[in-house]
């Protein structure tokens, strides 16, 4: 019974106890998928963690003098700094420089801005 769209009238209890069995299996994979945990735990980093996590590859002391600053999301854990792995991910999006492109946009939209009234 390999062939599912052939159905007769002495096949079809057979065919539709496979529909039943592969849904059942469909359903369980499903449930499965649904029970695993869709994002890694957030990890703690260390300040030599850091250094060797930073794409810049930045020295402790710079991380010091950023820190000091309040330039970077932070947890002092006693003597110990520690940092958030999703909040330094963030903390790096963030620092994003705009294009010249980008930009000469703002300023045309800034521009284009009629504010009528005003003198």
Do not use: C
Request: glycine share 6%; charged share 35%; net charge positive.
């Amino acid at each position: 019974m390999s062939d599912l769209t052939n159905f007769t009238h002495d096949t079809l209890p057979q065919g539709v106890t496979m529909l039943f069995k592969e849904f059942n299996e469909l359903k369980r994979l499903l449930l499965k998928k649904q029970a695993e945990p869709t994002e890694q735990a957030d990890k703690w980093l260390g300040l030599d963690d850091l250094v060797k996590y930073d794409p810049a590859k930045r020295a402790k002391a710079t991380w010091y003098s950023i820190v000091s600053r309040g330039k970077v999301p932070y947890h002092k854990n006693g003597k110990h700094l520690v940092f958030l792995q999703s909040e330094i991910d963030e903390w790096l999006r963030t620092g994003k420089r705009r294009s010249n492109a980008e930009i000469e946009a703002e300023a045309e939209a800034y521009l284009s801005n009629d504010k009528k009234g005003l003198k």
